[in-house]
């Protein structure tokens, strides 16, 4: 039974936009919940994580480019990428059950953002 499911990926030119959407079912802890990228033959890193009170964490490599935000009543989590570079291409996967610091033991599937130069 898949718990996130990521949606909004796709292929985009250098320079535009995306909106990843990560719906969340209810049986699993949504304190904490955390967008990551994993770029071709690359770790997995941390893009962005948001509690349920709002507090937000972003990697360096998203700082003033990406927006993270949830929506509590829809149990959904955003991700909006503006100004995407060809090094943002990857798999972006929703992440629950960590902290702000740390991973937890829930992933997605899995969202493919491709950024062409």
């Known amino acids: 039974q898949v718990q996130l499911v990521e949606s909004g990926g796709g292929l985009v030119q250098a320079g535009g936009s995306l909106r990843l959407s990560c719906a969340v079912s209810?049986?699993?802890?949504?304190?904490?919940i955390g967008w990551y990228h994993q770029a071709p033959g690359k770790q997995r890193e941390l893009v962005a994580v948001?509690?349920?009170?709002?507090?937000?964490r972003y990697a360096n490599s998203g700082k003033g480019r990406f927006t993270i935000s949830r929506d509590n009543a829809k149990k959904t989590v955003y991700l909006q990428m503006d100004n995407l570079k060809p090094e943002d291409t990857g798999v972006y996967y929703c992440?629950?059950?960590?902290?702000?610091?740390?991973?937890?033991?829930?992933w997605g599937l899995g969202a493919q953002v491709t950024v062409s130069s």
């Open positions: 209810a049986n699993i802890p949504t304190n904490v």
């Open positions: 992440n629950a059950g960590g902290t702000t610091y740390r991973s937890g033991a829930y």
């Open positions: 948001i509690t349920t009170g709002g507090t937000i």
